[in-house]
């Protein structure tokens, strides 16, 4: 494993005002992941890990401290270079896949390079390739209503990959799913992380999906211990 820092949080705090109150969710955390490695965060619900991994992901922004991205500060730049940010070097599963149910599965894998502006007859041919890598080939042309959770959550698989990113970040990413599939995925990722060398970052209640990183921390009270 390459021992390059790729992405890091820096005293990252954050807090959430409720009328006059405010209320602290991050106390300070400072977490550095190393490129290709793979890593789970745990803890009680309500102790921050969401809310941790969507700072690191830049979809939300800290309150103090920064997060860098190979050495830069990327918390403080503009919301447009954040959104440029997120689409070329992140790549996002969520508990919910979150796919556009108008589209099919090769086209909601090619959106990331259709709203980078990449041309469509490369995109198709790389998000073919994606797909069959996680066993879908078979499944391209349907539609998110046609597929199960278990294909549906492969699918947003091959889209977080789409643009090659540096780190993929998953939130409850087998939430949804049974015993049977929530393995097939997480051989799945750990396959992926070997062969396109990209850190994934996992924030999970499933004791065996964390027990399978290569690093796990625990966070209590917005805090990691």
């Known amino acids: 494993m390459n021992s390059e820092i790729v992405l890091e949080a820096r005293g990252v705090q954050k807090s959430f005002k409720k009328g006059k109150l405010v209320i ?54 503009s919301e447009e270079r954040r959104c440029e940010f997120r689409n070329r070097h992140i790549g996002f599963i969520f508990q919910f896949h979150y796919l556009l149910p108008e589209f099919s599965a090769l086209e909601n894998v090619m959106m990331p390079g259709l709203i980078a502006g990449r041309h469509e007859h490369q995109l198709k041919a790389e998000a073919l390739a994606l797909l069959e890598e996680v066993g879908l080939s078979h499944r391209v042309h349907h539609k998110p209503g046609e597929l199960s959770g278990g294909e549906s959550q492969r699918v947003a698989v091959a889209r977080a990959l789409m643009m090659k990113p540096d780190v993929i970040l998953g939130d409850e990413l087998t939430g949804n799913l049974d015993s049977q599939n929530s393995e097939m995925l997480l051989s799945m990722l750990l396959s992926i992380n070997q062969r396109h060398g990209v850190s994934v970052v996992v924030v999970t209640h499933d004791l065996k999906l964390a027990a399978s990183m290569g690093r796990t921390i625990t966070m209590q009270d917005g805090k990691l211990v």
Do not use: M, W, Y
């Open 24 to 77: 602290p969710v991050l106390r300070g955390v400072d977490l550095a992941i190393k490129r290709g490695e793979t890593v789970a965060i745990v803890g009680a619900s309500g102790a921050g890990k969401s809310t941790l991994l969507h700072i690191l992901g830049t979809l939300e922004a800290p309150s103090g401290g920064h997060v860098l991205f190979q050495g830069k500060n990327i918390s403080s730049q």
